[in-house]
T-cell receptor, first 108, second 114 residues
Framework: GQSLEQPSEVTAVEGAIVQINCTYQTSGFYGLSWYQQHDGGAPTFLSYNGLDGLEETGRFSSFLSRSDSYGYLLLQELQMKDSASYFCAVYNFNKFYFGSGTKLNVKP | DTAVSQTPKYLVTQMGNDKSIKCEQNLGHDTMYWYKQDSKKFLKIMFSYNNKELIINETVPNRFSPKSPDKAHLNLHINSLELGDSAVYFC?????????????FGPGTRLLVL
């Protein structure tokens, strides 16, 4: 089967850096994606890692280590608007599996 | 213009009723999905269609039936609604059924079964 583990909640202050980890167990791994979802809103795509290493998109970066079945999302210069849930997702044999999400609380 | 739209946004109904949720995408994508998000925010794929053909049918009750009249539309019909069906249902689309492809989600339909 497939499983993805993420911390349920993380709290950080404005301007700080926060890392959200994701460990996965799956067969036929094709890549790891990250989505952001604000309360009451729809998930929106943030990043994708198909190969090991770091992908950077503005204040957000995502990292993948296939040998460790591990990835993380790094958010820098946190802003209040970053308060949201963050989901990692894997793709395997035409199926997407999402983690249970990490709720990020950004405090002033 | 809204990329992925769903109607209705809210749906409150009684147990045992039959209801439908409509989804349309104007992105020209080939693949569309239905997800269910429960009260614990767990997001689970239900169905996936590629060019109107079913490619994923997760283990969902057969009371749920997707219908794709064309590749821009994927509707979800639910028969004999149960209390446990209360959730937010998201439609999404992507160019292809691949992890590399960004999925674009609709605003969600909040279903409450009483």
């Amino acid at each position: 089967g497939q499983s993805l583990e993420q911390p349920s909640e993380v709290t950080a202050v404005e301007g700080a850096i926060v890392q959200i980890n994701c460990t996965y167990q799956t067969s036929g791994f094709y890549g790891l994606s990250w989505y952001q979802q604000h309360d009451g809103g729809a998930p929106t795509f943030l990043s994708y890692n198909g190969l090991d290493g770091l992908e950077e998109t503005g204040r957000f970066s995502s990292f993948l280590s296939r040998s460790d079945s591990y990835g993380y999302l790094l958010l820098q210069e946190l802003q209040m608007k970053d308060s949201a849930s963050y989901f990692c997702a894997v793709y395997n044999f035409n199926k997407f599996y999402f983690g249970s999400g990490t709720k990020l609380n950004v405090k002033p | 213009d809204t990329a992925v739209s769903q109607t209705p946004k809210y749906l409150v109904t009684q147990m045992g009723n039959d209801k439908s949720i409509k989804c349309e995408q104007n992105l020209g994508h080939d693949t569309m999905y239905w997800y269910k998000q429960d009260s614990k925010k767990f997001l689970k794929i239900m169905f996936s269609y590629n060019n109107k053909e079913l490619i994923i049918n997760e283990t969902v009750p057969n009371r749920f039936s997707p219908k794709s009249p064309d590749k821009a539309h994927l509707n979800l019909h639910i028969n004999s609604l149960e209390l446990g069906d209360s959730a937010v249902y998201f439609c999404a689309s992507s160019q292809e059924a691949s992890i590399q492809e960004t999925q674009y989600f609709g605003p969600g339909t909040r279903l409450l079964v009483l």
